[in-house]
C-alpha cells in the first residue's frame, strides 16, 4: 500500500478561522512533509519532519503549525490566514535520508480563503 | 545552484509520437532524480527515478536518459497516448537529503 491520505479534501475559511489539514500513512515511513502548490507551479517544500521531530522549515509564516503527534500522522493548523494562502495543500512521505527515497504524494486539500 | 531547469514550459504532440522533456542542474551534489506526473486536482506521482552511476532507465514506454557530465537528464514517453496528458516536474535530490528540488513543470497534451 503506497497511500498517503489527507482530510479534508477541500476547505473554505475566513482570515479569522482556525482550522487544521490533516494527512496520515501507513507505509511505516518516517519522514512526511507538507507542500504548497499554487496553480500552475511545482510543489514548494513548507515543513519537513523526520522521525517525529521538525527538521525544515523553509521560513513558512508562524500562521501555518505544523504538527505529528506520532509516526503515521501530520497536521497542519491554520489560523489567520491571508488569501494569497489559497493553494493545494500536498502531504507526502518516505523513508528519511537514504538513497533513492520516493516521497509519495497524497492527494492535497484544495483551499480557500476568503 | 539548488536550480533544476525544465523545458519546455508546454508540448503539444500528436496520438503515438514521442514527448520529449529536458531538464539541467548545477548542483553536483544532487544523486537522485525522479520525475513526478501530475493530473488536474490530483497530486504528484512518482513516474519513474534514476541514479547518476546509470545513463538510462526504462520502465514500459518512460524513459529517463542521463547525462552526467552535462548535467542534464530528460524523460522520453514513447507511443504518447491521450492519458498522458498531465503536468510532468522534473526534480533533484541531495544524497542523504530529504528536500525535492523541483523544475518549473511542463504541460504535456497529447492530440488524439
Known amino acids: 500500500d503506497t497511500e498517503v491520505t489527507q482530510t479534508p479534501k477541500h476547505l473554505v475559511m475566513g482570515m479569522t478561522n482556525k482550522k487544521s489539514l490533516k494527512c496520515e500513512q501507513h507505509m511505516g515511513h518516517r519522514a512526511m512533509y507538507w507542500y504548497k502548490q499554487k496553480a500552475k507551479k511545482p510543489p514548494e517544500l513548507m515543513f519537513v519532519?523526520?522521525?517525529?521531530?521538525?527538521?525544515i522549515n523553509e521560513s513558512v509564516p508562524s500562521r501555518f503549525s505544523p504538527e505529528c503527534p506520532n509516526s503515521s500522522l501530520l497536521n497542519l493548523h491554520l489560523h489567520a490566514l491571508q488569501p494569497e494562502d489559497s493553494a493545494l495543500y500536498l502531504c507526502?512521505?518516505?523513508?528519511?535520508?537514504?538513497?533513492?527515497?520516493?516521497?509519495?504524494f497524497g492527494p492535497g486539500t484544495r483551499l480557500t480563503v476568503l | 545552484q539548488q536550480q533544476v531547469k525544465q523545458s519546455p514550459q508546454s508540448l503539444i504532440v500528436q496520438k503515438g509520437g514521442i514527448s520529449i522533456i529536458n531538464c539541467a542542474y548545477e548542483n553536483t551534489a544532487f544523486d537522485y532524480f525522479p520525475w513526478y506526473q501530475q493530473f488536474p486536482g490530483k497530486g504528484p506521482a512518482l513516474l519513474i527515478a534514476?541514479?547518476?552511476?546509470?545513463s538510462e532507465k526504462k520502465e514500459g514506454r518512460f524513459t529517463i536518459s542521463f547525462n552526467k557530465s552535462a548535467k542534464q537528464f530528460s524523460l522520453h514517453i514513447m507511443d504518447s497516448q491521450p492519458g498522458d496528458s498531465a503536468t510532468y516536474f522534473c526534480?533533484?535530490?541531495?544524497?542523504?537529503?530529504?528536500?525535492?528540488?523541483f523544475g518549473a513543470g511542463t504541460i504535456l497534451r497529447v492530440k488524439s
Open positions: 526534480a533533484a535530490r541531495k544524497y542523504r537529503g530529504n528536500k525535492l528540488v
Open positions: 534514476i541514479r547518476p552511476d546509470v
Open positions: 519532519y523526520s522521525y517525529e521531530k521538525l527538521s
Open positions: 507526502a512521505s518516505s523513508q528519511p535520508s537514504g538513497r533513492s527515497d520516493t516521497q509519495y
